[in-house]
């Protein structure tokens, strides 16, 4: 049998972006049309990569775009069981979209071998002597960060506002909370970010992928 040829990472997207683009839940980010929040969330995971590490190979930015592909599925009011804890759930929408995936790209000519790395980052066991799998942890920071923690600003006070983000941002490199400090413009933010990355360099090494 003839291999098969394989598809451009451009395309790979725009098959990734089909699929998340039937997500029936919408969002309408700072009062812009609605989309289907899935989609949304791969393009910013996209963006983020290609403003923090546009070297980044093509399947770290797969695993990126299609992180939470048909995670939609697994949501409560579609029949998951409400015994389920949230950990469980969570699981079972990683397990789903690794398996979508892999499928996707072997279906357009990418090997086993790559089919198996972005699977095995997208579960989140992929070994890290590349670095793929901190860099993709430092993406989902960062869009946090630019997308979600200005929000949080409006919810809580400054004191309470460390630990949260503190908690949700401890896996991120020392390189990439420098950048998103970059990136900000709240002075609020600023301060509690430069912190948050004091606290946590002493624990974080450099991420391998930018060395």
């Known amino acids: 049998m003839t291999p098969l040829e394989k598809t451009s990472l451009e395309d790979i997207f725009e098959i990734i972006d089909q699929t998340n683009a039937q997500d029936p839940r919408m969002t309408a980010p ?11 969330r791969g393009f910013r995971l996209s963006l983020v990569c290609e403003e923090f590490a546009p070297s980044a190979d093509d399947l770290v930015k797969i695993a990126a ?3 939470t592909l048909e995670s939609w599925q697994f949501e409560e009011a579609d029949g998951t069981p409400p015994q389920e804890s949230v950990a469980v759930i969570e699981a079972r929408k990683r397990e789903h979209s690794a398996k979508r995936i892999s499928q996707i790209m072997a279906a357009n000519g990418y090997n086993e071998h790559d089919c198996g790395i972005v699977r095995d980052l997208v579960l989140g066991k992929s070994e890290d002597e590349t670095g793929r799998a901190q860099l993709l942890e430092d993406l989902n920071g960062l869009v946090f960060i630019q997308f979600h923690a200005v929000d949080l600003l ?15 941002l401890s896996g991120m490199s020392d390189e990439a909370l420098y950048h998103a400090i970059d990136q900000m413009n709240d002075p609020v933010l600023i301060e509690t970010l430069q912190s948050i990355r004091q606290d946590l360099s002493v624990e974080k090494k450099s991420i391998v992928y930018l060395d």
């Open 30 to 40: 700072q009062g812009t049309a609605a989309v289907p929040a899935e989609l949304l």
């Open 154 to 168: 409006k919810l809580y006070p400054a004191e309470q506002l460390a630990p949260i983000l503190t908690d949700c």
């Open 65 to 67: 775009r299609a992180q």
